[in-house]
T-cell receptor, first 111, second 113 residues
Framework: RKEVEQDPGPFNVPEGATVAFNCTYS??????FFWYRQDCRKEPKLLMS???SGNEDGRFTAQLNRASQYISLLIRDSKLSDSATYLC????????????FGAGTRLAVHP | DAGVTQSPTHLIKTRGQHVTLRCSPI?????VSWYQQVLGQGPQFIFQ???????GRGNFPDRFSARQFPNYSSELNVNALLLGDSALYLC????????????FGQGTRLTVV
């Protein structure tokens, strides 16, 4: 079993739709949580950090449930430019920082 | 300010050869990590270096090695290349003292034929 699991998609949605991505992680020692966005053949870029209290950045809302070891990302009012792969990432510290990535969920927003 | 820079951007090598990939972190960042991303997968951790010392190593064979220089730039070396080493190799820099996010370079796309 992979340490970070995501639905690979693809999610094909029309502009303006609301779409939700889910992610589970297996190691309870994981300490920090993130969503990264990766465009085709480009490097991953941090979209947002994820906190237990939930956090929002414009049309994006992220939520962490430590008890269930579950992370979510909600995108409202999808834009064409949101088309990308969304990577769920956990970080374990303790001597060094290691980012553990899920395989990514592909989103395609169409007109 | 320049971001993380990696060179070369693309590379084609033959099985059995070795390769050296280079990374320059963001100015002021002393930590460099290397990741391998094969097609359809998320990046996988290979190494982390901080202050020129190896601080962490992922589950990769000894054919993979790295080092960090006094100016905090880093090299990733892979010996005896296999077809399965074909991937996007990503370098990330961070300021561990501030606990900031990791910033990735554009990557080196390695193809082994």
């Amino acid at each position: 079993r992979k340490e970070v699991e995501q639905d690979p998609g693809p999610f094909n949605v029309p502009e303006g739709a609301t779409v939700a991505f889910n992610c589970t992680y297996s190691n309870s020692a994981s300490q920090s949580f993130f969503w990264y966005r990766q465009d085709c053949r480009k490097e991953p870029k941090l979209l947002m950090s994820v906190y237990s209290s939930g956090n929002e950045d414009g049309r994006f809302t992220a939520q962490l449930n430590r008890a269930s070891q579950y992370i979510s990302l909600l995108i409202r009012d999808s834009k064409l430019s949101d088309s990308a792969t969304y990577l769920c990432v956990v970080k374990r510290t303790g001597g060094y920082n290691k980012l553990i990535f899920g395989a990514g969920t592909r989103l395609a927003v169409h007109p | 300010d320049a971001g993380v820079t990696q060179s070369p951007t693309h590379l084609i090598k033959t099985r059995g050869q070795h390769v050296t990939l280079r990374c320059s972190p963001i100015s002021g960042h002393k930590s460099v990590s290397w990741y391998q991303q094969v097609l359809g997968q998320g990046p996988q951790f290979i190494f982390q270096y901080y202050e020129k010392e190896e601080r962490g190593r992922g589950n990769f064979p000894d054919r993979f090695s790295a080092r960090q220089f006094p100016n905090y730039s880093s090299e990733l070396n892979v010996n005896a290349l296999l077809l399965g080493d074909s991937a996007l190799y990503l370098c990330a820099s961070s300021d561990m003292n501030r606990g900031t996010e990791a910033f990735f370079g554009q990557g080196t796309r390695l193809t082994v034929v």
